[in-house]
């Protein structure tokens, strides 16, 4: 009798952390319980980072793409909030979580639930393999540590954590990686490659939905190594904003424009309540625009200023 399958998944338009943390820790799971039932998955298309990392370490197979959650056993990685779930996940069964966000979970059930205040679920998911003294492959290694790199912006970003860093050195070795801000450089200017997409596409390789007190809000994260190359499209983006806010049903829609080098973001805003986002944020939106120095950060420097402010 063939073992019933439990998929690990991140969040919906997954980015490097999500695609990462599923393949490694469905490969941690299998090894440990000797089993294949652990099933790496996504809910989306890779984007254009996470190609660059697949090629640069020659990993090849993409996660089993998850569209309908209904009566699947599943593992989330990433994620809990239940806008970035997978479709129907209510029809299904969560068993799992491991997660570095903002909680946003309810189940009956108790489960195994792993959440840390750390830069990325892969540093997570790389503790657990030195924990349990589970041999990385190289070809895993090289994901864990482009999924830690990515996620704290090549350890700039405020989420980023002594630990970390750590980590992200012990896998150096491992990942056969020397020098990791060149590393960080190189696979940052294969996402900010934006040239040829549609607003549309730039926004939806890393969108994301909340609910904060009662308000349906999305957000993209562009990262870019050169802001100012996107800021000469932002009717287009507005155009896109406008369309989205109404079709999702949303009260405010954010695109941040986060450049690497000046370590800060250009955010495009369409809402209800600008001036109330204006007072959170203290400062002046001008034709759906607005600054944010230092902002690298859309969960510890955009999401929480959001939820106090509902
Ligand atoms: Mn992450």
């Known amino acids: 009798m063939e073992e019933e399958k439990i998929y690990i998944i991140g969040h919906k338009n997954p980015d490097t952390d999500s695609i ?3 393949i490694s820790y469905a490969y941690l799971k299998n090894k440990e319980e000797n089993t294949k039932k652990y099933i790496p998955a996504r809910s989306g298309k890779i984007n254009p980072e996470t ?11 993409l996660p089993h793409l998850i569209e309908d959650a209904t009566g699947k056993k599943v593992i989330l990685v990433d994620h809990t909030e239940p ?12 068993v799992e979580v491991i997660d570095h966000h903002n909680i946003n979970f309810q189940q009956a059930k108790p489960i195994f ?6 830069g990325s679920t892969s540093t997570i998911i790389t503790k657990m393999y030195f924990d349990k003294n589970i041999e990385i492959p190289k070809k895993i290694a090289g994901l864990l540590i482009s999924a830690i790199v990515s996620d704290t912006v090549i350890f700039k970003s405020p989420i980023t954590t002594e630990e970390d860093r750590k980590i992200a050195e012990k896998l150096m070795p491992l990942a056969g990686i020397d020098n990791m801000d060149s590393f960080g450089i190189e696979m940052f200017k294969a996402k900010s490659n934006w040239g040829k997409k549609t607003a549309d596409e730039i926004i939806n390789t890393d969108y994301k939905e909340y609910e904060l007190a009662g308000k349906n809000i999305g ?3 562009i990262e870019t190594v050169d802001a100012s190359e ?11 904003m406008k369309k989205m806010k109404t079709s999702r049903n949303l009260d405010l ?19 209800d309540e600008i001036e109330t986002v204006e007072k959170a944020f203290n400062n002046e939106i001008k034709d759906n625009q607005m600054y944010l120095p230092g902002v690298l950060s859309r969960k510890k420097q955009v999401v929480p200023v959001l939820e106090d402010l509902f």
């Not at 190609?51 to 197979?61: G, L, P, R």
């Not at 996107?230 to 896109?240: D, G, I, S, T």
Request: hydrophobic letters at 45%.
């Open 51 to 61: 190609h660059f990392i697949f090629k640069y370490f020659d990993f090849t197979v």
């Open 230 to 240: 996107l800021e000469k499209r932002k009717q287009e983006f507005l155009e896109v």
């Open 219 to 221: 957000i993209a994260q």
């Open 113 to 118: 639930f792993h959440v840390e205040p750390i």
């Open 83 to 94: 806008k970035q779930r997978p479709e129907n996940m209510d029809k299904g069964e969560i």
């Open 20 to 22: 990462c943390s599923a």
């Open 253 to 271: 829609i954010i695109v941040l424009l986060t450049d690497i080098i000046k370590e800060g973001c250009l955010a495009f805003l369409v809402g």
